[in-house]
T-cell receptor, first 115, second 112 residues
Framework: AQSVTQLGSHVSVSEGALFLLRCNYSSSVPPYLFWYVQYPNQGLQLLLK??????LVKGINGFEAEFKKSETSFHLTKPSAHMSDAAEYFCAVIGGSSNTGKLIFGQGTTLQVKP | GAGVSQSPSNKVTEKGKDVELRCDPI?????LYWYRQRLGQGLEFLIYFQGNSAPDKSGLPSDRFSAERTGESVSTLTIQRTQQEDSAVYLC??????????FGPGTRLTVL
């Protein structure tokens, strides 16, 4: 069975600073990993995903994540925080033994950006 | 429409009442998913449709929850005899086979 753990339910960063949001996964099969962002009162938007191939994944708006199999991690980073990055971030893995594509989510991390 | 739409956006109901939540997926998307997001928690998978069949219902929390889908279009999630613990945001997503899931804005359900 797959599971996802996001360390840190709240992260605060200063505008312009680098930030990192942590995600560790558990999977008995090669994982497909995702990061989503959720702005207030909106649905989730995909930032980036890892399926196969290059382990450093680049997403929209300057976001990156690196798949590290040895650490079972998929941490999200951005070199310079903008005020508009304040949102909730979810890491997810495709779960289940069947090919349903259902996503297993972490608990989420709320990012606060201070001016 | 351009994206996944859900209605109503907000629903307040009394304990014991039945509610229906609607999802309109992106046209042409054969896969449809329902998730539940309780306050301060991540999303929990509820049910997956491929076309109008539901091969994975493993996330439905009880027999008070049911869902149906008409062809490869609208889906309805029904909660019977609502309880306070059903209060959550219910999110719908659709995708083409093996593709990215696109999420709707959700329905916020409050059970008094």
């Amino acid at each position: 069975a797959q599971s996802v753990t996001q360390l840190g339910s709240h992260v605060s960063v200063s505008e312009g600073a680098l930030f990192l949001l942590r995600c560790n996964y558990s999977s008995s099969v090669p994982p497909y990993l995702f990061w989503y962002v959720q702005y207030p009162n909106q649905g989730l938007q995909l930032l980036l995903k890892y399926t196969t191939g290059a382990t450093l994944v680049k997403g929209i708006n300057g976001f990156e994540a690196e798949f590290k199999k040895s650490e079972t991690s998929f941490h999200l980073t951005k070199p310079s925080a903008h005020m508009s990055d304040a949102a909730e971030y979810f890491c997810a893995v495709i779960g289940g033994s069947s090919n349903t594509g259902k996503l297993i989510f972490g608990q989420g991390t709320t990012l606060q950006v201070k001016p | 429409g351009a994206g996944v739409s859900q209605s109503p956006s907000n629903k307040v109901t009394e304990k014991g009442k039945d509610v229906e939540l609607r999802c309109d997926p992106i046209s042409g998307h054969t896969a449809l998913y329902w998730y539940r997001q309780r306050l301060g928690q991540g999303l929990e998978f509820l049910i997956y449709f491929q076309g109008n069949s539901a091969p994975d219902k493993s996330g439905l929390p009880s027999d008070r929850f049911s869902a149906e889908r008409t062809g490869e279009s609208v889906s309805t999630l029904t909660i019977q005899r609502t309880q306070q613990e059903d209060s959550a945001v219910y999110l719908c997503a659709s995708s083409s086979p093996g593709g990215e899931q696109f999420f709707g804005p959700g329905t916020r359900l409050t059970v008094l």
